[in-house]
């Protein structure tokens, strides 16, 4: 098996971040630079984009270190395109949260070490994209990472309420529809849903049944 020496990755100038999911965002293209630690392996330079929230590989340059090597059919077997990408997407993704100031800077401390601020972007106007690099985006580096909750006005709620409202006519999971607009995990889904019926903005719930009961006229 190939191990890899190092990856690198840059975003493409003017490349806008875009959903991965409902808790990464990724820059809609970038590319990636693998070597492997196997020296007749060739290093790869891929060229990704994102397409309908799908990453995938749109141009591949090999370049064998070895000069008395070239590329033949070999070399090309030796490549592991679809890990390649996929830990080049892990890499290059960032984490997204939830930020009443996404452009205000964030930190993060680790115990033991000295307080760090993390690189991060505005994401939306509620959401703040953070880079946490070498952590594999893992629960417990999520955990320190003190992101502040999102401030959710009626205004919010009321577009909560049209695309819940929107993807059940769909016949579309409407819970799963508020999570990937607002990139928020489910838990925070339901939790804006209820605030949005308790407002008025929806009607009832239906026991174990998404949508909207029909109200009676006892119950007006």
Not at 4 to 12: A, E, M
Not at 129 to 148: D, I, M, N, Q, W
Not at 163 to 181: C, D, I, L, Q, W
Not at 194 to 209: F, I, Q, S, T, V
Request: a positive charge; one cysteine or more.
């Amino acid at each position: 098996m190939t191990h890899l020496v190092s990856i690198s990755t840059y975003r493409k100038d003017g490349a806008q971040l875009v959903a991965l999911g409902a808790q990464f965002a990724i820059p809609q293209r970038f590319v990636a630079t693998i070597t492997p630690d196997d020296p007749t392996t060739p290093i790869c330079h891929l060229d990704i984009a994102v397409t309908d929230g799908r990453p995938a590989c749109r141009a591949l340059t090999l370049e064998l270190g070895n000069s008395d090597q070239q590329i033949d059919g070999k070399a090309l077997r030796s490549v592991p395109l679809a890990t390649y990408v996929k830990r080049a997407v892990d890499a290059e993704a960032m984490s997204v949260f939830c930020a009443p100031d996404p452009a205000a800077p964030m930190f993060i401390q680790v115990p033991g070490e000295e307080r760090q601020r993390l690189r991060s972007e505005p994401f939306g106007a509620e959401h703040v994209a953070v880079r946490l690099t070498g952590a594999s985006h893992t629960a417990e580096v999520k955990a320190l990472l003190r992101a502040p909750r999102a401030v959710v006005t009626d205004a919010t709620l009321l577009e909560v309420a049209d695309v819940y409202r929107s993807a059940h006519a769909r016949r579309e999971p409407p819970t799963k529809a508020v999570m990937g607009e607002w990139h928020v995990s489910r838990s925070t889904a339901s939790r804006w849903i209820k605030r949005a019926r308790n407002a008025g903005h929806l009607g009832p719930a239906r026991p174990r049944m998404a949508g909207e009961r029909a109200v009676t006229e006892n119950e007006s």
